[in-house]
């Protein structure tokens, strides 16, 4: 078992910048990969940014040059910083686990932070 807690959301101008933070609880983190995903009014949830648990990352094309997904294993932090902000940023951001224990597969979400672009 283990939470996910997303923080660090707000609003912001276009042009800003804001980090999102995820702190998981339980033994998980190291071994997961994580990700931030985001979902806007209206739309379906998609994934922004991955990480895996060696360090590699992708991200979604409208994001890339923008934000940086990191993941502090020490803190069992995950981190989005998100430069450059647009108003279609703005969307709910969620925090997400995935991983093995033996044969099954777990996913974890987190509850969502608001960010909004806007002027």
């Known amino acids: 078992q283990a939470q996910l807690v997303e923080s660090g959301g707000g609003l912001v101008q276009p042009g800003g910048s804001l980090r999102l933070s995820c702190e998981a609880s339980?033994?998980?983190?190291?071994?997961?990969?994580m990700a931030w995903y985001r979902q806007a009014p209206g739309k379906q949830r998609e994934l922004v940014a991955a990480?895996?648990?060696?360090?590699?990352?992708n991200y979604a094309d409208s994001v890339k040059d923008r934000f940086i997904i990191s993941r502090d294993n020490a803190k069992n932090t995950l981190y989005l910083q998100m430069n450059s902000l647009k108003p279609e940023d703005t969307a709910v951001y969620y925090c997400?686990?995935?991983?093995?224990?033996?044969?099954?597969?777990?996913?974890?979400w987190g509850q969502g932070t608001q960010v909004t672009v806007s002027s």
């Open positions: 339980g033994s998980i983190f190291s071994r997961y990969a």
């Open positions: 997400n686990a995935a991983g093995y224990e033996g044969p099954t597969r777990f996913l974890y």
């Open positions: 990480i895996t648990s060696g360090g590699s990352r």
